[in-house]
């Protein structure tokens, strides 16, 4: 049996996560205190793969500044860099010549997943597909890429983000693909793989088949989900082999101080050296490094970005507060707002409603 190698996709802007995907790309924004790529790299490894290649564009020094050749998570890293961003299918081909591998196992860098992979390794063998796609089931469909099957597993259509979805089974964004493949991509020019190599592939009769699973599965890539998604971790709803076992309603990392009263519940993280004051109310909150939650404020569902401020009594729900933003005292910041790094809103500066 042949070695297999794996493919991180990370090489997107991270639009939908603005503004914290202004300082850095999305895979590396802290995850139940880890850059969310850790726990997919820790995923890579727990299933026997040990060389990983990623494909930057957005941001690429970051990753190596940061995993340098990986040996302090037991892999070997490699890094390939796009200079303009070619899509995803032109990111996989544009790796090619780091690969060494006949089977190589492709991941989008922002997926959150507990899919035993050698499962979906084993389904690819079985069937001597070409391509193998790990594929899920969510309640809407539409922002992902929605995938048809015959009775014995084998990819019929493939069509992403459709308004008018034919099936609740979606593309999970972990793939198998034969070597050769990979290397019939075109090369040096974008090519989307969902739009372009898997409808190719199909339209071919080639051996496109899909491994279909139940497992704990989330894309990152929006506020909601990356509040949902960190509040798993903590609360172990999520698997990661890159966290202890030890559970709860709150994690609270080290240098973090906590004022009398302070509640911190579904899931809450507590960065590095953040501060919460006495009697704040933490509810799903992700409170980045070094940020600071003032006494009686209120963070519901939301992400406190690097050093940023919530003033006394303030409330955040459902937000996304950029690094070093100051919200003043007895702000209001409901439903989708989101702060840009910096920003300063003076005490009452922003409210929904008139008392307090
Ligand atoms: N190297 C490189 N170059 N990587 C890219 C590029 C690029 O030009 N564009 C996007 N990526 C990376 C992103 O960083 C991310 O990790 C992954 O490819 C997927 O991009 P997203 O922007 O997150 O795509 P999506 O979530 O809208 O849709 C994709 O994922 C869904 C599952 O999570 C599609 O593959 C859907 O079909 C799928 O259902
Ligand atoms: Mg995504």
Redesign the pocket.
């Given at each position: 049996m042949s070695t297999t190698e794996a493919v991180?996709?990370?090489?997107?802007?991270?639009t939908r996560l603005r503004p914290l995907t202004i300082s850095a790309?999305?895979?590396m924004l802290p995850t139940a205190g880890l850059p969310f790529l850790t726990h997919l790299l820790a995923r890579i490894k727990a299933a026997g793969i040990d060389r990983v290649v990623l494909?930057?564009?957005?941001k690429a020094e970051v990753f190596e500044e940061h995993f340098g050749d990986g040996s302090e998570l037991g892999l070997e890293i490699a890094y390939v860099v796009?200079d303009e961003?070619?899509?995803?299918g032109?990111?996989i081909r544009?790796v090619a010549d780091a690969l060494t591998a006949d089977t190589i196992m492709v991941?989008?860098?922002?997926?959150l997943g507990g899919t035993d992979l050698r499962h979906v390794l084993d389904t690819h063998e079985k069937n001597s597909a070409d391509v193998t796609m790990h594929l899920v089931r969510v309640a809407d469909p539409r922002?992902?890429?929605c995938v048809m099957t015959d009775e014995n597993g084998r990819v019929e259509q493939f069509l992403?983000?459709t308004q008018d979805p034919p099936t609740d089974q979606?593309?999970?964004?972990t793939y198998v693909f034969q070597r050769e493949v990979i290397d019939e991509i075109p090369a040096g020019v974008?090519v989307s793989?969902?739009r372009e190599v898997f409808p190719k592939l199909i339209a071919d009769e080639r051996r496109v088949f899909a491994h279909v699973d139940s497992a704990y599965w989330r894309?990152m890539?929006t506020p909601e989900d990356f509040v949902r998604g960190s509040a798993d971790l903590v609360r172990g709803i999520a698997p990661s082999p890159a966290l202890p076992e030890a559970k709860g309603e709150s994690l609270v990392h080290e240098g973090a101080g906590i004022g009398a009263g302070a509640v911190l519940i579904g899931g809450t993280v507590v960065g590095r050296g953040a501060e919460i004051g006495a009697g704040a109310r933490l509810d799903g909150a992700v409170v980045f490094d070094g940020a600071k939650i003032e006494a009686g404020a209120v963070v519901e569902r939301s992400i406190v970005g690097f050093g940023a401020r919530i003033g006394p009594r303030a409330l955040v729900r459902d937000g996304v507060i950029g690094d070093g933003a100051d919200i003043g005292a007895r702000c209001e910041l409901l439903r989708g707002a989101r702060v840009w790094p910096g920003v300063e809103i003076p005490d009452g500066g922003i409210r929904y409603s008139t008392d307090m």
């Open positions: 991180v996709l990370v090489g997107g802007k991270g790309p999305k895979p494909g930057t564009s957005f796009e961003p070619l899509g995803t032109g990111g544009n991941f989008n860098g922002d997926v922002a992902f890429g992403e983000k979606i593309n999970a964004g974008p793989v969902e894309d890539g």
